[in-house]
């Protein structure tokens, strides 16, 4: 495939692991913030090409994984109300939540429909005028201007039984909370490329001017990945930390203009729940007052019960960069991708199905 | 879950379009890139284009990498 080939292209990628080792003297540590690249890095085996000198982490970039508990458990309320159609992205499905999960519920006779696209769930709510059909919008600033858009398309066309119970977090405040912790001392960040093709690598900014920390916008192909590494341990071993963009084919700094406009049209930013960070202020997005009538959160009334966090379950560290899979005591025997106990051993991009599907090395 | 992969787009149709990927035709949405022609690549993202991906700097890149591999040699 075009634009894909080549940038698994295995001279090429050779040649960059071998000026990464020639050029890296100082110990770096690098967090690939998003659940893709960990996917890349995994799936390719990147962390063993690398030297001992760059460390690599794992940041919380998979939105499956930081969907909060309580957040889960309203979307699980909401497929037991009668009338109520759930469009969810197939992830979801298997997440377990304080008492159940969406697989759970739909096994009991829940109308929870699979979608690829809101385009799908749009169709849905079309073809059942007489239910509601809520879509779980989960999902970083990739897939939040998609939702805007549903959104804007159900208006123009008069759908009222269509609403969205909004999950969306935005990634850079996340990276502000994370380093304002202290709890994680990062040199580099790989930073989201599908994300920041909507945001750009403005956003970025923050974290090379105020934390000094480096930012490559990476793409999700192995060369991809390398290269950006490469960039890093050139801005670091100078000492010159600054945004650039690896991702160049995909990303501009200003991002897509277009899609900005129909998610600022739409939403505003709210506080949000992330698992393992607990509420971080400005980090969601829920719908503004204009578009609240398609607010599933204000449509229903729900009571999702008290929230129960899963028992042994470390997932909330992994996305922190503080702990690996390795750490967790249930790590391939209690907790596998046949019977998860975390959304981080459900979702194709958290840390746990990436250890167990790719080795532990 | 930030997936997207290149498509291209074949035909173009208010707001939707006509698009391959991997040798299999679907049809899109291109509410989010209004500036797409017919012929470029796009990246497409649970149903949408979220981006028009931009030929002369995937070249760019390429070109330098490889020159850099050679200067490795
Ligand atoms: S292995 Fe399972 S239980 Fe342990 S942190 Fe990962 S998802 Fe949670």
């Known amino acids: 495939m075009k634009f894909v080939d080549e940038f698994r292209d295995v001279e090429l990628a050779r040649a960059v692991v ?10 770096i540590r690098l967090m690939e913030f998003c659940g893709g690249h960990t996917v890349t890095i995994m799936k390719h ?5 690398l030297p001992p000198t760059v460390e690599m982490l ?22 037991r109300e009668p009338g109520v159609i759930i469009a969810t992205f197939g992830d979801m499905l298997k997440v377990p939540g304080s008492h159940s999960s969406l697989q759970r519920v739909r096994a009991d006779g829940a109308d929870i429909r699979i979608v690829y696209s809101t385009l799908d769930a749009l169709h849905i709510a079309r073809q059942n005028r ?20 549903s959104i804007l398309e159900a208006e123009e066309e008069g759908i009222t039984n269509y609403h969205v119970l909004s999950l969306h977090k935005l990634c850079p405040p996340v990276i502000k909370a994370l380093l304002d912790s202290g709890e994680v001392r990062l040199d580099g960040l790989i930073c989201p490329g ?14 090379a001017r105020d934390y ?6 990476s793409g999700f192909e192995p060369l991809d990945v390398l290269q950006s590494v490469e960039m890093l341990v050139d801005q670091l071993e100078r000492g010159e930390p600054r945004v650039e963009i690896a991702y160049r084919r995909g990303v501009r700094p200003e991002g897509n203009l277009r899609a900005q406009e129909l998610m600022n049209a739409i939403f505003e930013p709210s506080a949000a729940n992330w698992r393992g960070m607990g509420v971080v202020p400005g980090s969601g997005l829920k719908l503004n007052k ?18 129960v966090e899963p028992k042994g379950c470390i997932c909330g560290d992994i996305l922190r960069g503080v702990k690996t899979p390795l750490d967790c005591k249930l790590f391939r ?29 | 879950m930030c997936l997207a992969i290149p498509a291209l787009v074949k035909s173009i149709e208010g707001n939707e379009a006509e698009a391959e990927l991997g040798g299999v035709s679907r049809r899109i949405s291109i509410v989010l890139t209004p500036e797409v022609r017919v012929g470029d690549y796009v990246l497409l993202h649970t149903g949408y284009a979220i981006n028009v991906i931009d030929e002369e700097e995937a070249e760019e890149t390429l070109k330098l990498l490889t020159e850099m591999a050679s200067l490795e040699g």
């Open chain 1, 290 to 307: 204009r578009y609240q009538r398609f607010d599933a959160q204000l449509a229903f009334e729900i009571d999702p019960g008290p929230t």
């Open chain 1, 130 to 149: 007489d239910k509601s059909v809520v879509f779980i919008g989960i999902g970083f600033e990739t897939t939040a201007p998609t939702i805007a858009a």
């Open chain 1, 18 to 27: 071998s000026r990464i080792h020639r050029k890296s003297s100082r110990h």
């Open chain 1, 45 to 49: 085996g990147i962390r063993q090409l």
């Open chain 1, 58 to 79: 794992s940041g919380p970039g998979c939105p499956v994984c930081v969907t909060a508990n309580q957040d889960l458990d309203r979307a699980i309320a909401l497929a």
């Open chain 1, 333 to 361: 025997g209690a907790c596998t991708p046949e019977h998860p106990v975390g959304p981080c051993m459900v979702s194709s991009e958290g840390s746990c199905a990436g250890y167990y599907h790719y080795g532990t090395v």
């Open chain 1, 212 to 217: 000094g920390i480096g930012c490559v916008v």
């Open chain 1, 194 to 207: 599908h994300v920041s093709a909507i945001i750009g690598s403005r956003p970025w900014e923050f974290v």
